[in-house]
Each structure stands twice: as structure tokens, then as C-alpha cells.
Antibody
Framework: EVQLVQSGAEVEKPGESLKISCKASGYSFTDFWIGWVRQMPGKGLEWMGIIYPADSDTRYSPSSRGQVTISADKSISTAYLQWSSLKASDTAMYYC????????????WGQGTQVTVSS | QSVLTQPPSASGTPGQRVTISCSGSSSNIGVNTVNWYQHLPGTAPKLLIYSNNQRPSGVPDRFSGSKSGTSASLAISGLQSEDEADYYCAAWDDSLSGNVFGTGTKVTVL
């Protein structure tokens, strides 16, 4: 059974760094793209980016490029989303997603990680 | 900012048919397939329709999708109370080299 299990909720202050994780199981981690989708409070889904763990090829949305870093550790089948300096506007629910290359569909989703940035 | 446009809301009574439109462009829907996601309150989104009109295992055949040119549609026939959710279309955008989501449509069962 394919599962994406994300790390728990985080409460941080502006300017701090943060790395959240997504542990994949039930499939060959290096055969699929894996990435992140954001939902800010009261807003819709926003695609942030994806990484191909086999070679670390990474794609970012225009709004995410330079704001976050997506990485993966294939030895432990885990993907990460990282911030070097959080802003209040980073407050959101973040979902880990697997992407099936054919049709670029997100066929599996993690349970979500709530990130709250507040002073 | 979303590049796929959906109506903000749609509604119907139980048993009715509801359709949701999704308008894109020649760099996304015009050249790539469309996927639809259902987001129930308090849960993770779920893939509802893929490759324009295919249903994953377990999705009722009340849900159907179609695509024409740079637009797509999701239809829910025999509307049920448990269909009350937010629905999003999505497609790969060749210009952005990434997926783009629609603005989302909230379906209310009256």
C-alpha cells in the first residue's frame, strides 16, 4: 500500500528556518516524482514543486523558486521542504504528493503538515 | 496565482446533476491532459478524475470528466450530500514546466 506520511505540525517565528518531511513507503521511491502543494488559509491549492529522487532533478513553480528548497534522501525514501527564513505568509497547510509521470497526476497525497509562522 | 479558471461555487439538490468548468490555455489544457481533485473538509485532497475522463479505482461513476480545446468539465450526476467539497482541476503547463491548479469550486448540496 502506497503511503506518504508527513511530519507533524510546526509553530515557528518569522526569520527562523524549518524543514518538514514526507516519508514514502509501498513503492519504489526513485521511480516517481514527489513534491509539495500548499494551501494558505481560506485559499485554494497551489503547486509548489517536485523532485525526481533518482537524480534530484527539481522543478519549482515561479512563486516558490528561491523561497523554498525541495530535496530528497533516497536512502530513507524521504522528501523534504525547507525554508531558510520563514515569513508570516508561509503560514499554510503543506501536502506532500506523488506524481505519476503519465498525465502528471498526483495519485497519492500525504496527510498534510500545518506550518504556522507567528511572532 | 492560478492559471486555470473555475467558477467559485456550484450547487444542486440531491439527485441533480452539477457541472464545473475549467478554463485554461494552449500551454496547459490545450496540450496536456486534465486531472480533477476532490477536497473534503479536514482531509487531504483526493484524485477524482485523471487523463481527462478516467476514474481511479473506487471513484463512483457518478463523477465524469471531459475536455475540449483549452477547457475541461467535471460533472457530478445523482448529487449526494457527501459530494459537498471543493473541487480543483489541474494540468501540466509546458511554459511553466510544472503543474497548475484551478481556482477551485465549492460544491454545496442544498
Amino acid at each position: 500500500e502506497v503511503q506518504l506520511v508527513q511530519s507533524g505540525a510546526e509553530v515557528e517565528k518569522p526569520g527562523e528556518s524549518l524543514k518538514i518531511s514526507c516519508k514514502a513507503s509501498g513503492y519504489s521511491f526513485t521511480d516517481f516524482w514527489i513534491g509539495w502543494v500548499r494551501q494558505m488559509p481560506g485559499k485554494g491549492l497551489e503547486w509548489m514543486g517536485i523532485i525526481y529522487p533518482a537524480d534530484s532533478d527539481t522543478r519549482y513553480s515561479p512563486s516558490s523558486r528561491g523561497q523554498v528548497t525541495i530535496s530528497a534522501d533516497k536512502s530513507i525514501s524521504t522528501a523534504y521542504l525547507q525554508w531558510s527564513s520563514l515569513k508570516a505568509s508561509d503560514t499554510a497547510m503543506y501536502y506532500c504528493v506523488r506524481m505519476y509521470s503519465s498525465g502528471h497526476r498526483h495519485d497519492y497525497w500525504g496527510q498534510g503538515t500545518q506550518v504556522t509562522v507567528s511572532s | 496565482q492560478s492559471v486555470l479558471t473555475q467558477p467559485p461555487s456550484a450547487s444542486g439538490t440531491p439527485g441533480q446533476r452539477v457541472t464545473i468548468s475549467c478554463s485554461g490555455s494552449s500551454s496547459n489544457i490545450g496540450v496536456n491532459t486534465v486531472n480533477w481533485y476532490q477536497h473534503l473538509p479536514g482531509t487531504a485532497p483526493k484524485l477524482l478524475i485523471y487523463s481527462n475522463n478516467q476514474r481511479p479505482s473506487g471513484v463512483p461513476d457518478r463523477f465524469s470528466g471531459s475536455k475540449s480545446g483549452t477547457s475541461a468539465s467535471l460533472a457530478i450526476s445523482g448529487l449526494q450530500s457527501e459530494d459537498e467539497a471543493d473541487y480543483y482541476c489541474a494540468a501540466w503547463d509546458d511554459s511553466l514546466s510544472g503543474n497548475v491548479f484551478g481556482t477551485g469550486t465549492k460544491v454545496t448540496v442544498l
